[in-house]
């Protein structure tokens, strides 16, 4: 369990993710630093949150102008074929939706009605847009949250193995696994796991959240496995697990590859720290120091990156809730692509957008609190 | 580093803990689930895969709404069948045959151009209000004025009321397939006080000023047995059986339609957790068999091919030689190969079931090099042209994609290549309306079940103009058309129908090439299944 | 400012495979590093001797020869309807017949042809857009770093499989257009890592000195910052292969890549979910996929480990 001096470069590496920019960032730091000084933590939320904002409003521009760069015409695209022989249908439809208007002006309606928190009603569901979203969020927000479970568990406890057997066949294995994970077509593993499991085993149900007809527990949180247990539905807690099983673990697939390998390297990186020799040097049991020296500071990193990819999963799962008919944000996305469903597309983005802004943010300041050096830097 | 997670044993301990909770939750669930199940519909019987009082019908869903009145699509027509009734219907599977529902029966006028319909004086909607002559007129003017896709099934059509239970239809000519059209679902009578109090308009531009579809979304206005009391157009329709019905009472309480795509159908039809699928390919379909009733019925669906009239589109397929090389060049045997059991050659545009349709015999048959000969007469070497379709859509388990591409290749044997232009439906839809596509794959489905819908194809016509052929391209075939819409007498109709498919089939740009196979499946408990080409089943009379 | 932005970029980088970050490589003591990757060179086994890297290559090998040989290996033309469809795998048809009667060997074979050169294409394509706009970035700074750089927030806060079909709704689904969906998602991931290389090599003494010497910013970018982006970059593109063998495939696998008849391994997939009974209409292409992606990251993975750890660390994944 020594490392070995082939691991110089691990053992030189920079201490703590996040401590070095610092040093490359060396442009206008002396002007803010006084204001830092003040409220540093306050600014370094501000900051972040304003750029946030920012990227939002990029993502709609971006959005906007990709859908509307469609050579399809959502009219024809939401109404039917008969219909479409009639000008005045066609006319009246562009007039309910504001497709007479330019595009600037298409979208400066958009924006004002996003900010009174009106997205605008899906051509396909005649619904709002913001209804159609709270109904698919949590179905995908649970897929992803087991997924992420699935994933850490098990990847972070195969990263440790791989870490702490370095170079010995053990992590040949996890190496190998692990690069298998992140190498499978997720479109393709759905698809043999529902083969294996489904149709040719039948242990498992798919399709939907929970069995036909079957009535969704109270709407707590949205997830029907939390609200099921809040409720003590437990019929139903245990089929909406069930029927989260498949589509969890194909899911997972990947984000195990990239979580083990994240953890070995993070192991291994605070493994060479000088601590963990002084540890060693105390006469400690190994099982101790990796666990209280190795891993604990490898800890916040795979909770980082864990967050991220648990980010990117909520917006990754088109082609798993697809095959797997998952009712999710997966699979609305795709359909209002499909169907040019701009108000749809438009939502989809800016939520992803959202997502993807707080998580970044969150994952910040967690830094923040726990070294508190990166924020007063 | 050490200093900074004064906790880290701590922290690692709770690890190690919340580990055993987690085991015995998922313990539990799995074996919750093994043997329990959800909470059903109110009557309480569980056991998965629907309690006896819940049919499960699997579909690919075609949902855009479920507002009768702008209904169109397949799944849409199912729904609203279920919760609306019409003044006539079809009983059985019976489309030959019009037959009284909310009307007690109908009278046509000698000249085939007023049709009076007395109504049930006991129907009444799902609130209990009685159904009378106004909900009709306003239903009807609805439809109408909404201008949407079933509009044009009251072209022409006036509507009134000669008392609280009379109707009264007056057409501008004889019309002898109306009785034809009155069945179909988006005619389906709404409750015209609620759903006016919900800002629904049958006034003239009710297209704009009407906005009652939301409403009717959630919360349907109709006579039917049914109520729809869960709607997702992505998921699943939920229907509830009516009390206040004022026929004989649906067996099933509750019926949820659920959107899941052929492969799981079948799955699902196995394992019992659906009772009914309606879009299994003829494939899917032999594997069931023997395990679940299966029902093979041809459809009023027809594939067709065509080759754009119009030179301006191309100069290739506008060139009647070259149309004649299509016709006589495609296989249309290794079209049926692909489409599956069940599906047969369409010999003419109107499907072999309905009066007027041409015998199977007549159908062309290829003849190599009979095309090869048309294509030089066209002095084309080796043209190259563009084939449109729409890659999303699979028709009655029909994978349009799996079928240009056998097009392509039996078309590669006469000479002509085929370059394939997929694009999805929506995108497709647009240049097939526009009329710009050189070769383009589409198919009709029947929107009532006579032979008229399909004058459609007729020069100057919906489809017949996206295929180039405008008005005036062919006046004999335009007199021949006209003919067959105007004729009131079913032998003269038959002729008429004849002569015009006869015609098409050595002029016009269309080559039809299949009607299609509806397969449906039914798990073996329940019964009464027919099969309606308009929508499906019936869903209150399934035993 | 600048701290944050690099801040934010660093855990950005993650959340895309935890590819970038280029904080971490920030201001390195540029000499001792050098020494260190000079020992560090000598002291590790070369990279192609490393049983995964020569599985990977022999693999990758055979794909490549599959491709270039693909009329003369493949048994039978892959787009010929000739036989019965959905045969079961026999002596006569290996890997068994699709819908439409086709072998489906032959056409997993000639989709070699697809894949991998498209792969190749795309990823050079995202390389030299992103490698060109991040050290562009990274050495000039100013407002040009600011523009590029909030391009590649945007694009990397869209979801990579949407921005995808939103590009191929747009222009039309066929492979031509989903490979530039591809490349508009991929490039921002080299110009992050780019740019931060760029930033932390701006500093070193070589450039300083070239700087002294009266050199232009393009001369150092050319000069002296390509040779040592090289490495990482290429590194970078091996195992960004296989992710674009993934999306590309996955898009075909939605209807938005490849259009029928093309035998392409993600739109055949995509055929056997019509009929789960013939399930060797969608193993055997899924299983190329598989293996070819994999040959590509287990190559790309050896030889991350043969860079030196600060680079290496500035591309995990």
New interface residues.
């Given amino acids: 369990m020594s490392t070995s001096?082939?691991d110089?470069?691990?053992d030189?590496?920079?201490?703590?993710?996040?401590s070095?920019?610092?040093?490359?960032?060396?442009?206008?730091?002396g002007t803010?630093s006084a204001k830092r000084r003040s409220h540093p933590f306050a600014r370094?939320v501000l900051?972040?949150l304003g750029?946030g904002v920012l990227?939002c409003l990029?993502?709609t521009i971006?959005?906007f102008g990709?859908?509307h760069?469609?050579?399809?015409?959502p009219v024809?695209?939401?109404?039917?074929?008969?219909?479409?022989?009639?000008p005045?249908?066609v006319a009246?439809f562009k007039?309910?939706n504001g497709l007479d208007d330019s595009l600037p002006s298409q979208y400066w309606t958009y924006l004002t009605n996003l900010l009174h928190g009106d997205m605008g009603t899906s051509q396909?569901?005649?619904?709002p847009v913001w209804d159609d979203l709270g109904?698919k969020i949590p179905a995908s927000l649970e897929l992803a949250l087991a997924a992420i479970v699935l994933a850490l568990v098990i990847g972070v406890g195969l990263g440790i193995v791989a870490a702490v057997t370095r170079g010995r066949w053990p992590d040949r294995i996890i190496?190998?696994v692990s690069?298998?994970g992140?190498?499978?077509?997720?479109?393709?593993l759905a698809?043999?796991a529902?083969?294996v499991f489904?149709?040719k085993l039948?242990w498992i149900?798919?399709?939907?959240r929970?069995?036909?007809?079957?009535?969704p527990p109270d709407d707590i949180t949205g997830l029907y496995?939390v609200d099921s247990l809040l409720t003590g539905?437990?019929?139903?807690?245990?089929?909406?697990?069930?029927r989260m099983v498949l589509p969890a673990c194909v899911l997972a697939a990947f984000n195990i590859g990239?979580l083990t390998?994240?953890t070995r390297?993070a192991v291994l990186e605070?493994l060479g720290?000088d601590?963990v020799r002084a540890?060693r040097a105390k006469g400690l049991p190994e099982s101790?120091v990796i666990?209280?020296?190795a891993?604990?500071?490898a800890?916040t990193s795979i909770l980082?990156?864990a967050g991220?990819?648990f980010?990117?999963m909520l917006?990754?799962t088109?082609?798993v809730e697809?095959?797997l008919?998952w009712?999710g944000l997966g699979?609305?996305?795709?359909?209002s692509?499909?169907?040019?469903d701009l108000p749809s597309?438009m939502g989809?983005?800016l939520f992803?957008?959202v997502v993807?802004?707080v998580?970044?943010l969150l994952?910040?300041l967690l830094y923040g609190v726990?070294?508190p050096r990166?924020r007063l830097? | 580093m050490q200093a900074n997670h004064p906790n880290g044993a701590s922290r690692g301990g709770i690890g190690r803990r919340a580990l055993a909770p987690l085991a015995v939750t998922v313990v539990a669930a799995v074996t919750l689930s093994a043997c329990g199940g959800a909470k059903k519909s109110s009557d309480g019987a569980g056991g998965s895969g629907g309690g006896n009082d819940t049919l499960v019908v699997d579909t690919s869903f075609s949902l855009k709404t479920a507002d009768p009145s702008r209904t169109f699509e397949p799944t849409g027509i199912f729904v609203t069948r279920a919760a609306y009734d019409t003044l006539l219907t079809f009983a059985n599977g019976d489309v030959t045959k019009p037959v009284p529902q909310l009307a007690a029966s109908y009278e046509v006028s000698p000249d085939g151009k007023t049709f009076t319909f007395p109504l049930r004086p006991e129907a009444k909607f799902n609130d209990g209000t009685p159904v009378t002559a106004k909900d009709v007129v306003f239903s009807f003017n609805r439809v109408k004025n909404l201008k949407g896709n079933p509009s044009f099934l009251l072209d022409g059509v006036t509507v009134s009321a000669k008392d609280e239970h009379t109707v009264v239809l007056t057409t501008e000519k004889p019309d002898a397939s109306l009785p034809f059209r009155i069945p179909t679902p988006a005619l389906g009578i709404v409750n015209s006080t609620a759903v006016t109090a919900h800002g629904g308009s049958d006034a003239a531009g009710a297209d704009q000023s009407d906005k009652a579809e939301q409403y009717l979304n959630t919360d349907s206005q109709g006579s039917g047995p049914y109520k729809i009391t869960k709607y997702d157009v992505s998921t699943e329709v939920v229907l509830t059986r009516n009390d206040n019905y004022w026929g004989a009472k649906p067996k099933y309480g509750k019926v949820v339609i659920r959107n899941v795509p052929a492969s799981t159908q079948q799955l699902n039809i196995l394992s019992g957790e659906s009772q009914l699928s309606l879009d299994m390919s003829a494939d899917q379909a032999a594997k069931v068999k023997g395990q679940a009733q299966v029902l093979q019925k041809p459809t009023p669906t027809t594939a067709f091919l065509f080759s754009n009239d119009n030179p301006a589109v191309s100069k290739i397929t506008s060139n009647k030689d070259f149309q004649e090389a299509v016709r006589y060049g495609v296989d249309y045997p290794s079209l049926l190969d692909v489409a599956g059991e069940g599906s047969a050659q369409a010999a003419g545009i109107v499907p072999g079931f309905f009066t007027g349709a041409l015998d199977a015999s007549a159908a062309i048959k290829r003849d190599i090099p009979r095309a090869k000969a048309a294509l030089a007469r066209a002095g084309l070497n080796n043209p190259t042209v563009d084939l449109y379709y729409a890659s999303d859509v699979t028709i009655n388990g029909i994978n349009f994609g799996d079928l240009a591409a056998r097009i392509q290749a039996n078309l590669k044997d006469v000479g002509i290549t085929v370059a394939l232009k997929p694009a999805p439906t929506q995108t497709a839809l647009d240049s097939y309306r526009n009329g710009t596509e050189a070769l383009g794959l589409w198919w009709w489905q029947a929107d009532y079940p006579d032979a008229s819908d399909y004058l459609a194809f007729a020069p100057g016509e919906l489809v017949g103009k996206r295929a180039g052929w405008n008005e005036g391209a062919n006046p004999a075939v335009t007199a021949l058309a006209e003919q067959a819409r105007t004729a009131t007498d079913e032998a003269a109709r038959v002729d008429a129908f004849r002569k015009l498919q006869e015609a098409m089939q050595q002029t016009s740009p269309f080559v039809p090439l299949l009607q299609t196979a509806q397969v449906i499946a039914a798990n073996n408990s329940v019964k009464n299944v027919y099969y309606n080409p308009i929508w499906y089943v019936d869903v209150d009379k399934l035993g | 400012m600048n701290a944050t932005r690099i801040f934010l970029g660093d855990r950005l980088g993650a959340g895309r495979g935890n590819r970038s970050d280029p904080g971490r490589t920030g201001a390195p003591d540029a000499a001792d590093e050098r020494a260190a990757r000079r020992r560090r060179r000598r002291a590790n086994k070369s990279p192609w001797r490393s049983p995964l890297a020569v599985t990977g290559l022999v693999i990758i090998g055979v794909f490549l020869v599959a491709a270039v040989f693909a009329s003369v290996i493949s048994p039978e033309d892959p787009l010929a309807q000739k036989w019965p469809k959905y045969q079961a795998p026999s002596a006569e048809h290996w890997f068994g017949t699709d819908q439409l009667g086709r072998d489906i060997l032959s056409r997993v074979i000639h989709g070699t042809r697809v894949s991998l050169p498209l792969a190749l294409l795309l990823v050079v394509l995202a390389m030299v857009i992103g490698t060109v706009l991040g050290a562009v970035a990274g050495y000039f700074g100013g407002w040009i770093d600011m523009v590029v750089m909030r391009c590649a927030d945007l694009v990397l806060a869209f979801p990579a499989i949407i921005l995808a079909m939103a590009v191929v709704a747009a222009l039309g689904p066929n492979l031509t257009n989903a490979v530039l969906a591809v490349v508009v998602v991929s490039w921002p991931t080299y110009a992050r890592v780019v740019r931060g290389l760029v930033l932390s090599l701006r500093q070193s003494d070589f450039v300083q000195a070239d700087r002294l010497l009266g050199a232009s910013g393009w001369r150092v970018l050319a000069v002296d910052l390509r040779p040592n982006l090289a490495g990482p970059v290429a590194v970078l593109a091996a195992l960004d292969l296989g992710n674009a063998v993934l999306l590309l495939s996955g898009l075909s696998f939605l209807g938005l890549g490849a259009q029928p008849p093309a035998a392409e391994w993600g739109a055949m997939v995509n055929a056997g979910s019509a009929n789960f009974d013939a399930w060797w209409v969608a193993v055997f292409p899924g299983a190329a996929i598989l293996l070819s992606v994999l040959a590509f990251n287990f190559l790309g993975d050896t030889l991350r480990d043969a860079l030196d750890p600060r680079t290496a660390r500035a591309i995990r994944g």
């Avoid at chain 1, 070095?20 to 730091?29: L, M, N, S």
């Avoid at chain 1, 760069?69 to 015409?73: C, E, I, S, T, Y």
């Avoid at chain 1, 396909?124 to 619904?127: G, N, P, S, V």
């Fill in positions: 001096s082939a110089t470069g691990v030189r590496g920079t201490s703590r993710p996040g070095a920019p610092v040093k490359g960032a060396a442009p206008g730091r803010a370094f900051v972040r750029v990227l990029g993502i971006l959005a990709l859908t760069a469609v050579p399809g015409d024809a695209a939401n109404l039917g074929q008969r219909a479409l022989n009639d005045a249908a009246a007039a309910k396909q569901t005649h619904r109904d190496r190998v690069l298998a992140v190498s499978v077509p997720v479109f393709w698809q043999v529902f083969y489904s149709f039948g149900q798919a399709g939907g929970l069995s036909p007809g079957a009535i496995t539905e437990w019929g139903t807690f245990g089929e909406a697990f069930s990239v390998r994240f390297a605070a720290n601590y540890a101790t666990r209280r020296h891993l604990r500071p800890l980082t990156v991220l990819t980010g990117g917006a990754g088109v082609l697809n095959v008919s009712p699979q609305y996305a795709y359909k692509a499909l169907n040019l597309i989809v983005c992803v957008a993807y802004v998580i970044n994952v910040d726990i070294d990166i830097s």
